[in-house]
């Protein structure tokens, strides 16, 4: 059965995802204190530090290192991918995995992207809110409403058939959340986000992103990955630009799930903070089978049981 790997993003992670982890698998041990080296910090200890994990210009790294790392582990475990795809800070794993960006030059570039969005967020205060509709249109149609008034909100991550995350001013998206009670729709759930990512607000931190990733190589991978910003693989001649759009770009990685299951991808497996995407994957592509690994009870489960806690 064709399989496709699925790397998280930022939102899910925890204080208690790396547990057990770096004494029990010497190759996440590796990826690691590699990841300590590039940082010039004990990303061991940041992974454990809450606060670390609630500030963007640590959380991204962070969040790459450990899902990187879980899939060194157990990547050996399953079939070589057909395709792969991460949801927003996910594609830069998926992307690593797949050969088409080393390790150490992703994890820089996602420590300034965190550095970058973080000050982005800082000038230009935004917030989030999930909502849980099939009609996207509706929901599209009163976000532009809203822009036409003044205000900024925008769709921001279509994460799967039934959930549409919106983005933009706090005042945009409290008057959105309104409208969309108003017309019908259950529930929306404020996020507790620092800012209102992939939107427009975004904008302040693409030129020196875009000056960074011009430094970086990136090679052919060795299989697809799914951009979530053009619902299409990503290819070599148009990548950088890709990436700094993205930025500012809703995710569509609803989408790229619909189009991994008619390339007969039937099995996914998700590497990550938390098993958020192997949730979207069971809301869009119903008949899947789906495996989570995130954190040591996980991981033990596909490893084997001779791994026990120290």
Sequence with gaps: ?????????????????????????????????LAST???????????DEAALKTTKYTQPLVVAHSF?????????????????GLSLGEYTALIASGALDFVDGLRLVAKRGQLMQAAVEALPGTMAAVMTEDFALVENILAQIRENG?????????SGQQLVIGGSPAGVEQASAALIEAGIK?????????????????????EFA??????????PAFTVFSNTTKAPFDLATIKQVLVDQLVNPT?????????????????VEFGPDNT?????????????????????????VMGEEYAVN
């Design 252 to 268: 569509f990685f609803a989408q790229d799930l619909a189009l991994m299951a008619e390339q007969g991808i039937a099995e996914f």
């Design 187 to 207: 529930r929306v759930i404020p996020l507790n986000v620092a800012g209102a990512f992939h939107t427009p607000l975004l904008a302040s931190a693409q030129a």
């Design 69 to 85: 790392g879980l899939y060194e582990v157990a990547k050996d475990q399953f079939t070589v991918p057909t395709a792969a795809l």
């Design 38 to 48: 590039v940082l010039g910090y004990d990303v061991l200890a940041k992974l454990q």
């Design 151 to 159: 205000e900024q909100v925008f769709p921001a991550n279509y994460n």
């Design 277 to 301: 995407l192997t949730k979207f994957a069971r809301k869009t592509v119903k008949d899947s089978e789906r495996t989570s690994i995130y954190d040591f009870a996980s991981l033990q489960k």
């Design 211 to 220: 000056a960074v990733l011009a430094a970086v190589d990136f090679k052919q």
């Design 1 to 33: 059965m064709p399989v496709g790997f699925l790397f998280g993003g930022q939102g899910g992670q925890n204080v208690n995802m790396s547990a057990h982890l770096y004494e029990n698998f010497p190759k996440y041990r590796a990826i690691i204190d």
